[in-house]
């Protein structure tokens, strides 16, 4: 198989091709090894990458297929990347903060574990903002230089939509994972608070912290969950097949109002588009005011993060960026009752949030994943309209949902009650399958043609 | 968080709240930090977050 055909495998796809040995694991991880060499330093997706053991780890992969009695599992031999924030046994874990340079785990956290347990190969840790926080990391946007590839698990998604690897772990305690998942153009997914294990990441905000995946399909995210899960997963009547029954969507009026017009009405379309296939959309609100929302979500991290790093501030501030620092300063200030109402805000959030889902009998709230495209390289983005399902903890997923007038990826936003990640992820597969392709990229003159913005590549 | 003080601190308004965390910047990490534009935004946003809960989340089981 050509390289470029390997490079568009998805995961559980290439795993399949791996076990039945029509492809083999050194192939691919070789394959995404070439493409880091080509695009590792273009994109700045990578922090480090562990080209020699990874190859080994894939030989031996290719090895174990043959041993009598071996089953594979469900990633076996498959390339990935892992967020600068989670650890990785033998190999540095920085999370973009010079001090961490030389730290270098001697456990796996317990997602990279897992997957390594699947039979997963790691080739390296993708960049990250520091300690997953808001100032931009070094990655880049590949669909436009000049515009953010979000964050804060930025080098992930930029990863992902490269051709990289087809599946990286990202984390979430605000909007880390959806927003650079959709101003990349892939699948970003956050599971139910707690559903994946936490063991093993730099913590930001230990109420709030999600891990999460991107990928190009569905399909992965629904593998990720397989291997990932640390508890039973909830499984639903769809669980054994492909949702056939049309959805029950509430469209979000008041994500919408904090929307441009330009993604409010690209909204709308997908809507319109949703109920010409038979789904059925009622309009709904967040339950609370998004303001009050946003407040409780912030003040949460700042206080989190705050204590996280109130040491390590005292002998490293000026190694810490400008918002980060300001964070953790800021957040040692705020009046404990403050901290207690947000974390009381937060169950409240959650009942009012799910409530409008059982009230409705929806399958799952709809949003812009973000209120506009990618904006410049200043910022990670507006993190507003991914905050209310992160503090809430219930299950997201953004899929690219066309482009808008200047060529650059918009999301869609689906979230679903706290347990039914499967529920979500048919939903969302029965709406991938009513949204139109995302056509190539033009006018990216800085990337190798035909790497990125294949059609219809997050199915 | 007694009836009396949740009713004061509810009445608060964002820039007394911003005064009060600024005090508490420059005691802790001095001057210059309290000036420094991103300590700046945090405060005005930190501010505003406190106000808007405590003005309008109405906790059930608070007594008033």
């Not at chain 1, 490079?7 to 192939?27: H, K, P």
Request: aromatic share 4%; charged share 20%.
């Amino acid at each position: 198989m050509r390289r470029d055909a390997l490079l568009e495998l998805g995961a559980t796809e290439a795993a399949a091709l791996i076990r039945r040995r029509q492809i083999s694991s050194t192939e691919i991880v070789q394959a995404a090894l070439e493409r880091v060499d080509d695009l590792g330093e273009l994109t700045g997706a990578w922090a480090t990458v562990i080209s020699e053991f990874a190859l080994a780890e894939a030989n031996r992969a290719d090895a174990d297929l043959w041993t009598r009695d071996f089953t594979p599992g469900r990633l076996h031999g498959v390339p990935f990347g892992v967020k600068d924030v989670i650890d990785t046994a033998n190999v540095p874990t920085a999370a973009a903060f010079t001090p961490f340079r030389n730290r270098v785990p001697v456990e796996d956290a317990a997602v990279v574990a897992a997957l390594k347990k699947a039979g997963a190969v790691l080739i390296g840790k993708t960049t990250t903002t520091q300690f997953a926080f808001a100032d931009p990391s070094s990655a880049r946007n590949p669909w436009a230089r000049s515009r953010t590839a979000g964050g804060s698990s930025s080098g992930s998604a930029v990863a992902v939509a490269t051709g990289q690897v087809p599946l990286a772990l990202g984390t979430q305690t605000g909007g880390s994972t959806l927003r650079p998942a959709a101003f990349n153009g892939v699948i970003g997914f956050k599971p139910t608070l707690g559903l994946v294990s936490t063991v093993g990441l730099l913590p930001l905000s230990w109420t709030l912290d999600h891990v999460g995946v991107l990928t190009r399909n569905i399909e992965d995210v629904r593998t990720f969950i397989d291997v990932a899960a640390a508890r039973p997963v909830k499984q639903s009547a769809a669980a054994i097949g492909p949702q056939i029954v049309p959805p029950r969507l509430g469209l979000v009026v008041p994500a919408l109002e904090e929307a441009c017009e330009e993604v409010r009405a690209h909204i709308r379309d997908l809507a319109n588009a949703f109920m010409a296939g038979g789904a059925i959309v009622v309009e709904v609100d967040f339950g609370l005011p998004l303001g009050l929302i946003l407040a409780a979500q912030r003040l949460i991290v700042q206080v989190e993060a705050a204590t996280v790093h109130r040491r390590l501030l005292e002998r490293h501030a000026s190694d810490y960026l400008p918002l980060l620092r300001a964070c953790a300063e800021v957040g040692q200030v705020v009046p404990a009752h403050s901290y207690v109402d947000a974390l009381r805000l937060r169950r409240l959030a959650a009942d009012r949030l799910e409530g409008q889902i059982a009230r409705h009998q929806l399958d799952a709230l709809l949003t812009p994943t973000v209120g506009s495209e990618a904006p410049g390289p200043e910022t990670t983005g507006d993190p507003s309209l991914q905050n209310p399902f992160t503090l809430a903890g219930m299950p997201s997923i953004s899929l690219p949902s066309g482009l808008s007038r200047n060529g650059l990826p918009l999301g869609v936003q689906f979230a679903a009650r706290c347990g039914d990640d499967i529920q979500l992820l048919e939903t969302a597969r029965w709406c991938a399958d009513h949204l139109e392709p995302i056509p190539a990229p033009a006018g990216i003159s800085e990337s190798p043609a035909g790497i990125i913005g294949r059609a219809n590549h997050f199915r | 968080m007694s009836p009396d003080y949740s009713r004061q601190a509810a009445s608060l308004s964002s820039a007394s709240v911003e005064k009060q965390l600024a005090a508490d910047i420059e005691r802790l990490f001095g001057h210059s930090r309290l000036h420094d534009p991103a300590v700046q935004g945090q405060l005005k946003v930190t501010a505003a977050g406190i106000t808007r809960v405590l003005a309008e989340y109405l906790d059930p089981e608070d007594p008033l």
